[in-house]
């Protein structure tokens, strides 16, 4: 009944406020009557009737107030004033909007990225369910890693993917490349190397054909292929997919069976997959070769914990049945003592996240006190302004307005401005954080983030709003309501009522900014001199002009008793390229992430090292310091256990 | 123990006015509470008028314009049956309140 009333009468404020002169009328009126029915003059009763009902306009304010209907109209008004009050002052509103748009907008940038590196889940079927298979605390570098994600052998992945009761499915998938197009033109794309159940496992559902499945996994050479949406869109025009669709992929045709939806970027947060491929299992799996991921979908009912328990009891039986050939014995106790463990993956994998989880986290904060900054020096401006406001705020609560009114005209203003602000903050937040991005990308690897303002950010940018409109309206809007009206007007134009006082919460405020900016003027150059470090540190090698070529030997089918002479051939080839100084080949790229490694014994000491094929020329064409030279001394070669 | 026990004096007292006249105008309920209380309570029209539009808004009373005896025309006030319970419970927490009072009071 009441709401229904204060919509109903919402609009009506003029019927309503007359409706209450009326009544009072009535009433001052009723008083006269009576006044002179007690023989007093006409002129003595109104000037009586008149002393003991007050002002008028004072008792039509606090009637109307009651009147809740009122109170949302006199709302849009305060808006509309508000609205007067900027265009009057264009300057200053444009200052106060400027700041809080580049600080809000720089949090919510920082915000955008931490929420696609780390909070949003991946675009799959029941994201929660996600568990990612790893050895507990890491291989420690035995055998040969492929990429930082791998950690699961091809023999432990067949172990696994007989036993896993926690999970109602269970996949490997890794990255790898492709080779694409004719043999003299050809380009390398982002393979992603998938069992037969990962799609199903997943929950994706295809935008044409079909995605790979179980029966797939035939042979090892590559016969059919799974397309991303931006590669179908972009390489392959977009045309429809039919049971003829075939690509040229390394040097054969290869039958494409299907496309990803366009949300679907593989399990890496960062990167995207163009292409991907059924895995094969070699006759002869390498033991010591970490190759693949393992992610599973855990059942109803299993916790992170309970399904860890489970892999915990397998691992025994599961590393001693596939500990790698030809390595000794030490090393295959730690091997068999590896533990596996599950872990939530509903959010997919990054080296994005690992490495600059934290940096993001430090960015966020920075930017946040940037934005207390602003805030702190929003309220300053906004108390000099309250104090020319002052005689204006003293009228009106003369004249009848409540306290709660002019403070909530003042927050008005405030929550107005934080509006504007965040509203263009979230607006200039993707190119900021795109521009973010794109520093943080290297040659060799681009990043592909989806940078979109999803609930979440909008979340973070009205909590910003709301948060800056309350320190830097607040304080101001308490102060200017606090003065008494009658001292306001009495110290004239000026209005510098409560002198002090305000100057001593101004200068707190002064003294508060200026802190904040000694810690952020400390972290800058702190982090200057970081970065200066980074950009001299002398790594003992080459760093600039080196070019990386990968060659895929298995792929180029020469013959085994040739590849040595081959690789040869390459190398005095590009070395014969004008403006070569020097060609080396190695298997591990210095600083690539791969890795290879084995545990060297020296009489009763060992230890874990890490091993690189290299070519002679190797060492000079990084520019290898050679701190002391033994070939001259022990000229045997090194050999070592691995067959 | 009511909250505001003055703001609550005031609600009682028009409640209970209203009860007793059937129907009345502002001015009426003053003057009404003014005579019967000999002179002892005097509402002012600063709290009177917010306080009759805000049992309007709860639905405690409803008003209809109508012509005085005087010839005057005045918005009336008359109880609806959710002021009618209102009143019986806010009497019986003035009576525990007056109760408690005395004891208070009487206390050597």
Same mark, same amino acid.
């Given at each position: 009944?009441?709401?229904?009333?204060?919509?109903?009468?919402?609009?009506?404020?003029?019927?309503?406020?007359?409706?209450?002169?009326?009544?009072?009328?009535? +009433?001052?009126?009723?008083?006269?009557?009576?006044?002179?029915?007690?023989?007093?003059?006409?002129?003595?009763?109104?000037?009586?009737?008149?002393?003991?009902?007050?002002?008028?306009?004072?008792?039509?304010?606090?009637?109307?107030?009651?009147?809740?209907?009122?109170?949302?109209?006199?709302?849009?008004?305060?808006?509309?004033?508000?609205?007067?009050?900027?265009?009057?002052?264009?300057?200053?509103?444009?200052?106060?909007?400027?700041?809080?748009t580049l600080?809000i907008g720089a949090n919510t940038a920082i915000f955008e990225l931490l929420d696609a590196v780390?909070?949003r889940?991946?675009?799959?079927?029941?994201?929660?369910?996600?568990?990612?298979?790893?050895?507990?605390?890491?291989?420690?570098?035995?055998?040969?890693?492929?990429?930082?994600?791998?950690?699961?052998?091809?023999?432990?992945?067949?172990?696994?993917?007989? +036993?896993?009761?926690?999970?109602?499915?269970?996949?490997?998938?890794?990255?790898?490349?492709?080779?694409? #197009?004719?043999?003299?033109?050809?380009?390398?794309?982002?393979?992603?190397?998938?069992?037969?159940?990962?799609?199903?496992?997943?929950?994706?559902?295809?935008?044409?054909?079909?995605?790979?499945?179980?029966?797939?996994?035939?042979?090892?050479?590559?016969?059919?292929?799974?397309?991303?949406?931006?590669?179908?869109?972009?390489?392959?025009?977009?045309?429809?997919?039919?049971?003829?669709?075939?690509? &040229?992929?390394?040097?054969?045709?290869?039958?494409?069976?299907?496309?990803?939806?366009?949300?679907?970027?593989?399990?890496?947060?960062?990167?995207?997959?163009?292409?991907?491929?059924?895995?094969?299992?070699?006759? +002869?799996?390498?033991?010591?070769?970490?190759?693949?991921?393992?992610? #599973?979908?855990?059942?109803?009912?299993?916790?992170?914990?309970?399904?860890?328990?489970?892999?915990?009891?397998?691992?025994?039986?599961?590393?001693?049945?596939?500990?790698?050939?030809?390595?000794?014995?030490?090393?295959?106790?730690?091997?068999?003592?590896?533990?596996?463990?599950?872990?939530?993956?509903?959010? #997919?994998?990054?080296?994005?996240?690992?490495?600059?989880?934290?940096?993001?986290?430090?960015?966020?904060?920075?930017t946040?006190?940037?934005?207390?900054?602003?805030?702190?020096?929003?309220?300053?401006?906004?108390?000099?302004?309250?104090?020319?406001?002052?005689?204006?705020?003293?009228?009106?609560?003369?004249?009848?307005?409540?306290?709660?009114?002019?403070?909530?005209?003042?927050?008005?203003?405030?929550?107005?401005?934080? !509006?504007?602000?965040a509203l263009l903050g979230a607006g200039v937040a993707q190119p900021l954080s795109r521009i973010l991005v794109r520093s943080?990308? !290297?040659?060799?690897?681009?990043i592909q983030l989806a940078i979109m303002a999803d609930w979440r950010v909008l979340l973070f940018a009205?909590?910003a709003?709301?948060?800056?409109?309350?320190?830097?309206?607040? &304080?101001?809007?308490?102060?200017?309501?606090?003065?008494?009206?009658?001292?306001?007007?009495?110290?004239?134009?000026?209005?510098?009522?409560?002198?002090?006082?305000?100057?001593?919460?101004?200068?707190?405020?002064?003294?508060?900014?200026?802190?904040?900016?000694?810690?952020?003027?400390?972290?800058?150059?702190?982090?200057?001199?970081?970065?200066?470090?980074?950009?001299?540190?002398?790594?003992?090698?080459?760093?600039?002009?080196?070019?990386?070529?990968?060659?895929?030997?298995?792929?180029? +089918?020469?013959?085994?008793?040739?590849?040595?002479?081959?690789?040869?051939?390459?190398?005095?080839?590009?070395?014969?390229?004008?403006?070569?100084?020097?060609?080396?080949?190695?298997?591990?790229?210095?600083?690539?992430?791969?890795?290879?490694?084995?545990?060297?014994?020296?009489?009763?000491?060992? #230890?874990?090292?890490?091993?690189?094929?290299?070519?002679?020329?190797?060492?000079?064409?990084?520019?290898?310091?050679?701190?002391?030279?033994?070939?001259?001394?022990?000229?045997?070669?090194?050999?070592?256990?691995?067959? | 123990?009511?909250?505001?026990?003055?703001?609550?004096?005031?609600?009682?007292?028009?409640?209970?006015?209203?009860?007793?006249?059937?129907?009345?105008?502002?001015?009426?309920?003053?003057?009404?509470?003014?005579?019967?209380?000999?002179?002892?309570?005097?509402?002012?029209?600063?709290?009177?008028?917010?306080?009759?539009?805000?049992?309007?808004?709860?639905?405690?009373?409803?008003?209809?314009?109508?012509?005085?005896?005087?010839?005057?025309?005045?918005?009336?006030?008359?109880?609806?049956?959710?002021?009618?319970?209102?009143?019986?419970?806010?009497?019986?927490?003035?009576?525990?309140?007056?109760?408690?009072?005395?004891?208070?009071?009487?206390?050597?």
């Amino acid at each position: 009944m009441g709401l229904f009333r204060r919509i109903l009468s919402l609009g009506r404020r003029a019927r309503m406020e007359h409706e209450i002169d009326a009544e009072l009328h009535a +009433h001052m009126a009723m008083c006269i009557d009576q006044n002179m029915a007690e023989g007093m003059s006409r002129e003595e009763a109104e000037r009586d009737a008149r002393l003991r009902f007050g002002s008028p306009t004072a008792m039509r304010e606090r009637v109307s107030a009651e009147d809740a209907a009122l109170g949302i109209e006199s709302l849009w008004l305060d808006v509309r004033a508000a609205l007067r009050v900027f265009v009057k002052s264009p300057g200053f509103s444009l200052v106060v909007v400027a700041t809080l748009t580049l600080g809000i907008g720089a949090n919510t940038a920082i915000f955008e990225l931490l929420d696609a590196v780390r909070l949003r889940a991946l675009p799959v079927a029941k994201p929660n369910e996600l568990a990612e298979l790893r050895i507990d605390g890491g291989n420690h570098g035995l055998g040969v890693s492929d990429s930082q994600y791998a950690n699961f052998t091809v023999p432990m992945w067949q172990e696994v993917k007989e +036993h896993h009761d926690p999970f109602s499915g269970i996949f490997a998938w890794r990255t790898g490349d492709v080779q694409v #197009g004719n043999p003299n033109q050809s380009r390398r794309v982002n393979g992603l190397e998938v069992s037969g159940d990962f799609f199903s496992v997943l929950g994706i559902v295809p935008l044409q054909g079909r995605l790979i499945e179980p029966q797939d996994e035939t042979g090892c050479q590559l016969s059919r292929v799974v397309a991303s949406y931006s590669y179908w869109k972009s390489q392959m025009g977009g045309e429809p997919i039919t049971a003829h669709t075939t690509i &040229l992929a390394e040097r054969r045709s290869v039958q494409v069976l299907g496309v990803t939806p366009p949300s679907f970027f593989g399990i890496i947060v960062g990167s995207r997959f163009d292409l991907a491929y059924p895995t094969c299992t070699p006759p +002869h799996p390498r033991g010591e070769v970490f190759s693949y991921s393992v992610m #599973g979908r855990l059942k109803p009912g299993w916790t992170l914990e309970r399904a860890s328990g489970y892999l915990y009891s397998l691992s025994p039986g599961l590393f001693a049945k596939t500990a790698p050939d030809g390595y000794s014995s030490e090393e295959l106790k730690a091997f068999k003592e590896f533990r596996l463990a599950a872990y939530a993956a509903g959010a #997919g994998v990054s080296y994005l996240r690992d490495q600059y989880n934290s940096s993001l986290e430090i960015l966020l904060a920075i930017t946040g006190l940037v934005l207390l900054i602003a805030c702190a020096n929003l309220a300053n401006l906004m108390l000099a302004r309250a104090s020319v406001k002052n005689r204006e705020i003293a009228i009106r609560m003369a004249l009848g307005a409540s306290r709660g009114r002019i403070l909530r005209q003042s927050l008005l203003e405030s929550a107005l401005l934080a !509006t504007c602000g965040a509203l263009l903050g979230a607006g200039v937040a993707q190119p900021l954080s795109r521009i973010l991005v794109r520093s943080l990308d !290297t040659s060799g690897n681009t990043i592909q983030l989806a940078i979109m303002a999803d609930w979440r950010v909008l979340l973070f940018a009205a909590a910003a709003a709301i948060s800056t409109c309350l320190i830097f309206g607040t &304080l101001p809007a308490l102060r200017s309501t606090a003065a008494e009206p009658v001292a306001s007007l009495k110290t004239g134009e000026r209005g510098v009522a409560g002198n002090r006082e305000r100057f001593s919460v101004q200068r707190a405020m002064v003294i508060t900014q200026i802190a904040v900016s000694m810690v952020l003027l400390a972290g800058a150059l702190l982090f200057v001199r970081s970065y200066r470090n980074l950009m001299t540190i002398n790594p003992g090698i080459r760093e600039s002009g080196i070019t990386v070529g990968y060659f895929g030997f298995p792929s180029m +089918h020469i013959k085994a008793e040739n590849l040595a002479a081959y690789k040869r051939q390459i190398e005095d080839d590009v070395r014969a390229i004008p403006g070569i100084e020097n060609a080396a080949a190695t298997t591990i790229v210095p600083f690539s992430g791969a890795s290879w490694g084995h545990t060297i014994e020296v009489g009763s000491l060992d #230890g874990p090292s890490r091993f690189t094929y290299v070519s002679p020329s190797f060492f000079s064409s990084w520019e290898f310091r050679c701190l002391r030279d033994v070939t001259s001394r022990r000229a045997t070669p090194m050999t070592t256990h691995w067959s | 123990m009511a909250k505001n026990d003055l703001q609550g004096a005031l609600d009682l007292l028009i409640l209970k006015t209203l009860s007793q006249l059937g129907s009345m105008h502002g001015y009426g309920i003053v003057m009404h509470i003014r005579r019967v209380s000999d002179e002892l309570l005097i509402v002012e029209e600063g709290s009177l008028y917010p306080a009759l539009h805000r049992m309007e808004q709860n639905g405690w009373v409803r008003a209809s314009w109508a012509i005085t005896d005087f010839g005057r025309k005045a918005k009336w006030y008359a109880l609806t049956r959710a002021g009618r319970e209102q009143l019986t419970s806010r009497e019986k927490n003035w009576t525990q309140v007056v109760k408690g009072v005395d004891a208070i009071l009487r206390f050597a």
